[in-house]
Each structure stands twice: as structure tokens, then as C-alpha cells.
């Protein structure tokens, strides 16, 4: 797999609300269980199945686009650090991961980093304005979604 695109979200102004390392956890984790409530072009998703260990929580999860586009993917939890999703290739999706990692500087500064990788499919290029249209579909949709953790780790 290849990076295909990256960028970060500055939380920094929302620590004088109080918005800490587990309080963004808390909302990452659920985002991880109910995307649908996140992601406006998702009409519904269910977790499949669950395992844990010591160090992180894996689950399997059906995503439901409406229509025929039903994607399945496994997402792994390492709090409070990195949430990873791995999305199989099925038909026109090619085999993806999304890494999201929380980091916290020394002065208590929170940013979130967004990693999208893809595997290549062999013979079949996106033409390049397609890939800044998803890469902009991908930094709108992130921004929207941590939007919504704040507000709601607000109440």
C-alpha cells in the first residue's frame, strides 16, 4: 500500500474548553462504533464482531451507502493513540487503510493526523483531477467529523 494522501487537524484551541487525550478517545471510539452518525452518505453501519487484547480492540463492521454500496472493513482501536481501518478490495473500491492518530504535544496541544493509503490497481490510474476531488472529499468529510466529536464532547 501507498500513502496517497495526509494532513492534521489542530485541536490546540480547544483545550481551554477542556478537551483532553480521553475525552478525544471517547469520541474517536465512538465515531470507530457508529460512523452512520457521522458520515452524512451513510445510512447505516453494524458491527459484526469483536476481539480485544491487551493493547488494542478490533472489530469487523457492514457500511451501508444505500443503493448496492455496502462496504465491509475491520477497525483497530490502540488507545488512546491510532484508531485503523482496513477496507478490503470488492469490486471498484481497491484494498484501502485510514489511520487516525491522536497526538498530544508537551504544552498539551492536541492535533489529529489523517493517513490515507490505497493499493495500487494495476493498469487503472485515477485520472489526477479525480484524486484532488477525493483527496478535498476526504479533508471535508475529516474536518466535518471532528466538528462533530467537539461539539458533542461539549454536552
Known sequence: MQKVFEHVIDLSEHAADGL???KLWAGIEDFALHP??????MQESRVES???DDERRRFSRE???GGSLVVCDVVELEP?????????????????RLDITVHCEE???LELRFCYFETPVEGEGMPHM?????????????????AQLIEALKD
Open 20 to 22: 483532553t487525550v480521553e
Open 36 to 41: 452512520h452518525e457521522y458520515v452524512d452518505s
Open 50 to 52: 469483536c476481539s480485544s
Open 63 to 65: 457500511l451501508d451507502f
Open 80 to 96: 488512546p493513540v491510532r484508531l485503523t481501518t482496513l477496507v478490503s478490495a470488492s469490486g471498484p473500491i481497491p484494498e484501502s
Open 107 to 109: 504544552n498539551g496541544a
Open 130 to 146: 479525480m484524486q484532488e476531488l477525493r483527496k478535498k472529499a476526504w479533508l471535508a468529510k475529516d474536518q466535518r467529523v471532528v
